[in-house]
């Protein structure tokens, strides 16, 4: 696993969202992980509830005592953040880090907040070859700061929990994105929850199971002394009144038990989706797996004008080469329901079809 210094090559701002932006509204969105059909009706009545209350500053002891109560922890372990993206600019800006290492393929903002808040990024590249699999001893000693995601967005692996707890150093502050980790049926391999791992700081995110991105609300789960350090770095009240609704009710004994049942729904389609790009094998498009997360990771030949092409016939896809560690080659893709899977199959077997057409044609004229 080679270690890269980073810094030049990949769009680290980049995300799902720009694909279905402005002219990609009206396209069926597989670009973004964010669970389809979502806030369910019950959730956003709770939201809409919490409106009545916007003249008051927002107090978020209950929602943190839920949270921390669903992970069996004191509320001193827990922050409630403006999505995980707030957590990760809060890591940059207030730990005193020397040498932090991004594993990548990975979610590429803790990269990007770490660089804005002016450190020098080291990266662990995994590779296709090992199944983007993970090698502790591949983290340099040095690292006092790692940032790894799990499941890996997105790469859909999800790591032991073992091999992710041998990363724990004396003096090293260990951050394991679990963002998805309510999409895997039993939460295998969580960390969340743990209080013997030294300096592991988790974070989750209730944007992808529950459709709240508009919303930005999430949390962190570490050590007191971590946590009052971030807290120190947040602004005054940094989750909404109607932010911390959600989070109450979001990790409600329902809620869990909800999600918990999604989770098994989106393995079901998931499934589907990968025996479908199986039949594809033949057009060279190659799947990471096992897949674990609500998404795919795919290699397939001449990707940006499959992409390209898919936008034409009504999908977006995520684009993979801002993505460290990949190139042109890879295109994400959102499990979505078995109906819209079909559709979307057909159209990527359209997709290459033309593109191997064209390519043929311009070989004839070469």
Not at 68 to 74: D, I, K, S, T, V
Not at 192 to 213: E, F, I, M, N, Y
Not at 262 to 281: P, S
Not at 334 to 361: I, N, P, Q, S
Request: proline letters at 7%; charged letters at 20%.
């Amino acid at each position: 696993m080679p270690i890269d210094g980073g810094g030049a090559g990949h769009d680290l701002r980049h995300h799902g969202d720009a694909e279905v932006r402005d002219g990609g509204a009206a396209l069926v969105d597989l670009a973004v992980n964010v669970r389809a059909d979502t806030p369910p009706s019950w959730l956003r009545e709770r939201i809409a509830a919490s409106l009545t209350g916007l003249a008051a500053y927002p107090d978020g002891r209950a929602a943190r005592a839920a949270v921390a109560a669903r992970h069996g922890l004191p509320v001193e372990r827990v922050l409630l953040t403006a999505g995980a993206a707030e957590a990760f600019v809060l890591l940059a800006r207030a730990l005193k880090v020397r040498q932090p290492v991004v594993v990548h393929p990975q979610f590429t903002e803790p990269e990007a907040a770490l660089r804005d808040a002016g450190h020098s990024v080291d990266r662990v590249l995994l590779t296709a070859a090992d199944g983007f699999r993970l090698d502790p001893g591949a983290v340099p000693e040095s690292a006092d700061l790692v940032v790894v995601g799990n499941p890996t967005n997105p790469t859909s692996v999800l790591h032991p929990a073992q091999a992710l707890a041998e990363l724990a150093r004396p003096g090293r502050t260990l951050v394991v994105d679990e963002a998805f980790m309510d999409a895997v049926p039993g939460e295998r391999e969580a960390l969340a929850g743990r209080t013997d791992v030294p300096g592991l700081v988790v974070l989750r995110s209730l944007t992808k199971t529950w459709g709240l991105a508009g919303l930005r609300v999430g949390y962190v789960l570490a050590a007191p002394e971590t946590v009052a350090e971030l807290e120190r770095a947040q602004p005054l009240w940094p989750v909404s009144t109607p932010a911390l609704a959600a989070a109450e009710a979001c990790v409600s004994p329902r809620a869990v038990a909800e999600a918990a049942h999604a989770a098994h729904r989106i393995a079901a389609d998931r499934a589907h989706l990968l025996a479908g790009l199986g039949a594809l094998a033949g057009h060279g498009v190659t799947v990471t797996g096992p897949a674990e997360g609500p998404f795919v990771l795919v290699r397939l030949p001449g990707a940006a004008s499959v992409r390209h092409r898919l936008r034409a016939l009504g999908f977006a896809v995520r684009r993979g080469d801002t993505f460290p560690g990949l190139d042109g080659e890879w295109l994400r893709l959102a499990v979505r329901d078995r109906t819209t899977t079909d559709a979307f199959l057909r159209a990527l077997e359209e997709a290459m079809g033309a593109a191997e057409e064209e390519k043929g044609v311009a070989a004839e004229r070469g």
